[in-house]
């Protein structure tokens, strides 16, 4: 049976006010008396009520993080540095996980209003979601656009997409393939397709191959990109993301096609365990840091309506093994 305030007052034997004021760190009290509540509430394994607190004007000190999965390098880190920051500012996480699921976003974004969390971090891959255009949370996205409202932080795709490109054609490759995981939005990353196709448009021909993540997730246009480079003679391949970089490399080799020396492969992301793991992947670094930061320092302007923060893209760099 769930423990109540009354549980906790009866077991210290104090009054419910008194609970409630240790809870919530309000007025002047005795140690005895704060020792002795906090000894009931961990017999009982009473668990303070967030949203309760905040009704009472409270802050509930939680922020919601909704991703499209942590199963990606880059996700987990980006999400590990944001908890780790707000933990230093007091406060906690509850994370989301979509899975490209529009309903469960717009589950997981009533919970997250349901709780009391004072504003969101998105990296919505669902467009039109109308819930986050409805909402009356403070709401940040990392690198999507969800609608005019909503503030944007993002990093320089055209850069990265555009450094990709001229490394590839730098390499002498002739034949290049370019991926696409694009969901057709005027977000941020679209730019890094328009960054690539500049820079290898007078070096090379380009084929370009518009993927369903969750079929490449699954295996299933794996081999339909093999067959791709082989009867096309592709010998550089912009993958859009690190793992699908890998998956690829794996799958050429496989074919008994050499990497990178028959076909070179360059990714997108550079999370620090890809780095580690698979140092001979070209990629684009994201600054994992400067983004956390920059997502929370506009989330808690959003908070306290303050003035929005310039909207000035962070920058990436260039990994090469060359490099290393």
């Known amino acids: 049976m769930v423990a109540k305030l009354s549980d906790v007052a009866e077991l210290a034997g104090v009054s419910v006010t008194t609970v409630s004021r240790v809870i919530n760190s309000y007025g002047s009290l005795s140690q005895k008396t704060i020792d002795k509540v906090h000894a009931a509430m961990r017999e009982l394994r009473y668990q303070p009520n967030a949203m309760a607190r905040s009704l009472q004007g409270k802050s509930s000190q939680f922020i919601g993080l909704i991703f499209p999965n942590i199963e990606n390098p880059f996700f987990t880190a980006l999400v590990a540095e944001i908890e780790e920051l707000l933990f230093e500012k007091g406060y906690k996480v509850i994370i989301a996980t979509s899975s490209n699921?529009?309903?469960?976003?717009?589950?997981?974004?009533?919970?997250?209003?349901?709780?009391?969390?004072?504003?969101?971090?998105?990296?919505?891959?669902?467009?039109?979601?109308?819930?986050?255009?409805?909402?009356?949370?403070?709401?940040?996205?990392?690198?999507?656009?969800?609608?005019?409202?909503?503030?944007?932080?993002?990093?320089?795709?055209?850069?990265?997409?555009?450094?990709?490109?001229?490394?590839?054609?730098?390499?002498?490759?002739?034949?290049?393939?370019?991926?696409?995981?694009d969901d057709n939005s005027n977000s941020p990353t679209a730019k890094r397709y328009q960054g690539f196709t500049e820079a290898t448009a007078n070096n090379s021909h380009l084929t370009t191959f518009d993927l369903d993540s969750n079929q490449v997730s699954n295996g299933g246009d794996i081999q339909a990109i093999v067959d791709i480079v082989v009867d096309n003679k592709i010998d550089g391949i912009f993958a859009y993301n690190d793992i699908m970089a890998i998956q690829l490399q794996n799958a050429l080799r496989k074919a008994n096609l050499r990497v990178p020396e028959d076909v070179n492969v360059v990714g997108y992301d550079g999370s620090p365990i890809v780095q580690l793991l698979h140092p001979d992947l070209p990629t684009i670094i994201q600054p994992i840091h400067e983004a956390a930061q920059r997502l929370i320092d506009t989330l808690f302007n959003e908070i306290n309506n303050k003035p929005a923060l310039p909207n000035d893209v962070l920058p990436v760099k260039l990994y090469t093994p060359e490099s290393k």
């Open 101 to 181: 699921d529009i309903e469960k976003e717009q589950q997981y974004l009533q919970m997250l209003a349901a709780n009391q969390v004072e504003g969101i971090i998105t990296s919505s891959h669902n467009p039109n979601i109308d819930s986050y255009k409805d909402s009356f949370l403070p709401i940040v996205s990392y690198d999507r656009y969800l609608s005019e409202t909503i503030p944007i932080v993002s990093e320089d795709n055209y850069r990265g997409g555009y450094l990709l490109g001229e490394y590839l054609v730098s390499t002498g490759a002739k034949n290049i393939l370019m991926l696409r995981d």
